[in-house]
């Protein structure tokens, strides 16, 4: 029997009053984005406040700090089992983020970027950037200086932000990363634009009954394996997958009627997400290693189901005649094979969100430039409309007739995410290498065909969701075919599937 570390057990009472604290908060949220009654927030925004510092302090505190360091003594490491081990290394990374911050700073800041996205969303509306740059300028400068509280000697404040989302990823690996997928994806891009009249799709913006597209996405969303008993399926402006645990993992889906594949690939996509949170392991649900290993690693899983298996030939056989059985009238005539050819196609355009797999990674190496040059101090803030509209220009073609279409139409910055799209480009590459290595060990497409994705999801499962964030990105590919990331696979995924597509 294996005696529990005393210290360990002394911790894990504030581990589960943080967990219960978060499940609350994130119950909160999740009705907001979905049932709340658009005046709630007003007066449900005080409990949220509340709830939320109790939360920072329940995990934050000297009390966790000791136990903490403790617990990084060897002697006590000794009596710790993997996860446990895994625990207090993650409890330890979010504290060094955390502590140098001076307190009335970092409320300053919550503040700053609580108040921020409704201020985007009104200068989004007015396509009228100067309003929003003044906020954007304060949230890059204490970005900047919190960054600078825990640099490290030689290393750049943009490299701790990329390093925050991803573990072990830094400027100089993106630079290589992502020149080689500038440097293939620009070229071919221009090739596919020549013959973008080749592929139509003129079926998908007819009007699809959304009652309709909602049982089509149930069922395709159990397909791909989503289990209700463990999960629910809501409605939101934006899609999004949240969790409370492993027995209670949800995901909203929206539905355009003039637009086929939207809800589609959406519900998929965030399917991905669901099982990789459905399928951590029991042993660590309830923890903070108890949710997928980081950004781009969840996003690999997400962008796996909704681009590898779900804009797949054989992923559509079983289920095509469904599809058409649903929209008869609207889908006579297409065929298959049209179909595929439709979900597929590559059009440059200057949303990102609706950007297809080719056009994706140009969308995320443009935010990642203009984030470095700002943090390298290159570019001012009102310089950022014009650097924008150039980069889209040289590695689209296409230009924003206003800033709402273009500096303005994430989010993210206003949020103070800062360092984090790189994640998107990751995880789309990460995908590429799983499909690659799955492919060379089982019969993929077979199973795809007889419309039998258990074993996929099954292998999922052993080599990545199962460890929740007990390993990061590069130990999990490690574990599962012995080379960490590696953006070759990507640009041989996005070459071959373009060039056939197309017949270059
Ligand atoms: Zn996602």
Redesign the pocket.
């Known amino acids: 029997m294996i005696i529990m570390s005393e210290t360990y057990l002394k911790l894990m009472k504030y581990l589960d009053k943080s967990i219960a604290l978060e499940t609350a908060l994130v119950l909160l949220q999740w009705d907001s984005e979905t049932l709340a009654p658009e005046k709630s927030m007003e007066l449900t925004a005080k409990s949220i406040g509340i709830l939320s510092s109790e939360y920072y302090s329940s995990l934050i505190n000297e009390d966790v700090k000791s136990l903490l360091d403790k617990l990084s003594e060897e002697k006590e490491q000794e009596q710790l089992d993997f996860n446990q081990k895994a625990i207090v290394k993650k409890l330890k990374k979010t504290f060094e983020e955390m502590e140098h911050i001076p307190p009335e700073e970092y409320q300053t800041y919550q503040e700053l970027i609580a108040k921020a996205p409704g201020i985007w969303a009104k200068a989004k509306q007015e396509h009228l950037f100067s309003m929003f740059s003044p906020y954007l300028e304060e949230i890059m400068e204490y970005n900047k200086k919190f960054a600078s509280y825990r640099v490290k000697e030689g290393q750049n404040l943009y490299d701790v932000l990329l390093n925050d989302y991803e573990e072990g990823f830094n400027t100089k690996e993106l630079d290589i990363f992502f020149d080689k997928v500038k440097s293939s994806i620009v070229p071919l891009l221009k090739e596919v634009v020549k013959k973008n009249d080749m592929i139509k799709k003129e079926y998908n913006y007819q009007s699809f009954d959304t009652e309709k597209q909602k049982e089509f996405c149930n069922f395709i969303s159990q397909y791909v394996g989503f289990d209700l008993s463990r999960g629910v399926i809501a409605e939101s402006a934006h899609p999004f997958t949240t969790k409370l645990h492993n027995q209670d993992v949800r995901i909203t889906n929206h539905f355009l009627e003039h637009n086929l594949e939207s809800a589609i690939f959406s519900v998929i ?1 965030e399917t991905g ?1 669901a099982l990789y949170e459905m399928n951590v392991d029991s042993a660590i649900t309830l923890s903070p290693v108890g949710t997928g290993a980081s950004m781009g690693m969840h ?1 690999s899983q ?1 962008r796996f189901f909704e681009n590898i298996i779900g804009r797949s030939k054989s992923f559509w056989i079983p289920i095509f005649s469904k599809l058409k059985d649903t929209f008869p009238e609207q889908l006579k005539d297409v065929t298959l094979d049209s179909f595929i050819k439709g979900i597929n196609k590559s059009v440059p355009s200057l949303i990102r969100t609706e950007a297809d797999e080719l056009t994706y990674s140009l969308h995320i190496i443009i935010r990642y430039e203009i984030e470095k040059m700002i943090f390298a101090g290159e570019a001012n803030i009102s310089e950022l409309p014009d650097i924008w509209n150039q980069k889209y220009k040289e590695y689209l073609g296409v230009v924003p007739p206003s800033d709402s279409e273009g500096i303005l139409q994430d989010i993210h910055w206003a949020c103070g995410n800062i360092g984090y799209f790189p994640s998107y480009a990751i995880g789309s590459a990460i995908a590429a290498q799983i499909y690659y290595h799955m492919e060379s060990i089982m019969p993929f497409h077979s199973y795809l065909e007889e419309g039998n994705l258990a074993p996929i999801r099954e292998y999922l499962k052993e080599h990545i969701h199962k460890y929740g964030a007990s390993k990061n990105t590069n130990e999990l590919l490690m574990g599962m075919m012995k080379e960490p990331l590696n953006a070759d696979y990507y640009v041989r995924y996005l070459t071959e599937k373009y060039t056939k597509l197309y017949e270059l």
């Open positions: 996509h997400h996003e997400s």
